[in-house]
């Protein structure tokens, strides 16, 4: 089975652009969580999605929104880029939603802003 | 106070040798515990989760929970130069369906 795929691999945008990245989860899972990791730090929790909603957002600004579509796949949209956004974007998927599920993380999508 | 504190690293041991990993956590409400390994450029990869107080082994990995004092360590014997990564301590809080991790303590195993 594949594993959770995400893309673009690597992006380059400029500041005040807007980006969207992709996730697909593993075949049956239905909660997709995005995670930002800064050089040097911890994937920090923006946001999980289960059965298409919004169940959990970290401390971002509202420039960052996301969606779930009907077949669990999910986006992330980021707004008016600025440079701290440089980052790997890391996308995690589980069966459920609980403190029992496991997480199974993406490649990553790596974004420079410039 | 970072919700997550891991032991600062590098932590350098020599193969054949116990790594021992901790991390302490400030939030109460939390109700699993992971550890991850993420080797560099790649994205992290669970290694063990622990959710009841006490010990937990899979092989060479030893999981060790204590909610009262809020801490949870990854023990790793014969450690392998292959074990040579970055290890998160991650925590998950199902009220605020998110998931916590710190940032990481760094192990190098030398042959």
């Known amino acids: 089975d594949a594993g959770v795929t995400q893309s673009p691999t690597h992006l380059i945008k400029t500041r005040g652009q807007q980006v969207t990245l992709r996730c697909s989860p593993i075949?049956?899972?239905?909660?997709v969580s995005w995670y930002q990791q800064v050089l040097g730090q911890g994937p920090q929790f923006i946001f999980q999605?289960?059965?298409?909603?919004?169940?959990g957002r970290g401390n971002f600004p509202d420039r960052f929104s996301a969606r779930q579509f009907p077949n669990y796949s999910s986006e992330l949209n980021v707004n008016a880029l600025l440079l701290g956004d440089s980052a790997l974007y890391l996308c995690a998927s589980s069966l459920e939603r609980g403190p029992e599920e496991t997480q199974y993380f993406g490649p990553g999508t790596r974004l420079l802003v410039l | 106070q970072k919700e997550v504190e891991q032991n600062s690293g590098p932590l350098s041991v020599p193969e054949g040798a116990i790594a021992s990993l901790n991390c302490t956590y400030s939030d109460r409400g939390s109700q699993s515990f992971f550890w991850y390994r993420q080797y560099s450029g790649k994205s992290p990869e669970l290694i063990m989760f622990?959710?009841?107080?006490g010990d937990k082994e899979d092989g060479r990995f030893t999981a060790q929970l204590n909610k009262a004092s809020q801490y949870v360590s990854l023990l790793i014997r014969d450690s392998q130069p292959s074990d040579s990564a970055t290890y998160l301590c991650?925590?998950?809080?199902?009220?605020?369906?998110?998931?916590?991790f710190g940032d990481g303590t760094t192990l190098t195993v030398k042959p």
């Open positions: 075949s049956g899972h239905k909660s």
């Open positions: 999605y289960y059965e298409k909603e919004e169940r």
């Open positions: 622990i959710y009841s107080n």
């Open positions: 991650a925590f998950y809080n199902t009220n605020a369906g998110k998931s916590t």
